[in-house]
């Protein structure tokens, strides 16, 4: 636990604060957020929003992944969400190299040979986004009404694109 211990250090103050306010689960502001893990993407405050309000789904890219569109029937079916906003960002490690590059800078740093696992690199993160947006729009258990937008973060001035 030594490696962890700054954590629940951290969180006896976190607690000594907390308030719930109120939260239930449910998306109170009826979104969902498709980001990516990059911990310099805060996406409730680029959106101006709260905890409660909106679903965060994160993995590497902000890929649409099987994983992500079965959240999103949850999400959609029994937790409030009626949008979804997909948030890939500018400087993206995704973004940075093809597949075969990422598994062998992988393979240099650990040794371990990954190629048995789809990483997901993108060449084009506008050709991306737009597959990853018809990939939600055509699920047959998503809610044909569902709103869906796709924006691009940029990580150094904090503009949300629309796209």
Do not use: W
Request: hydrophobic share 40%; net charge neutral; charged share 25%.
């Amino acid at each position: 636990m030594s490696g962890f211990a700054d954590l629940f250090s951290a969180n006896k103050e976190f607690v000594k604060n907390f308030k719930a306010h109120d939260l239930t689960g449910q998306a109170r502001k009826g979104l969902a957020i498709v980001t990516c893990m990059d911990s310099r993407i805060d996406p409730l405050r680029i959106v101006g929003m709260a905890p409660g309000d909106a679903k965060i789904l994160r993995n590497a890219g902000a890929r649409i992944t099987e994983d992500v569109l079965r959240t999103l029937v949850l999400a959609t079916h029994l937790l409030n969400v009626s949008r979804v906003l997909v948030m890939p960002h500018t400087d993206c490690k995704m973004a940075s190299g093809s597949e075969e590059q990422i598994h062998a800078m992988i393979k240099e740093r650990s040794g371990l040979d990954t190629r048995s696992i789809e990483i997901r690199t993108v060449t084009d993160q506008l050709a991306a986004l737009s597959s990853d947006l018809t990939r939600i729009k055509s699920f047959p258990y998503l809610p044909k009404e569902l709103e869906v937008v796709g924006a691009i973060y940029d990580v150094n001035s904090g503009v949300l694109k629309e796209i």
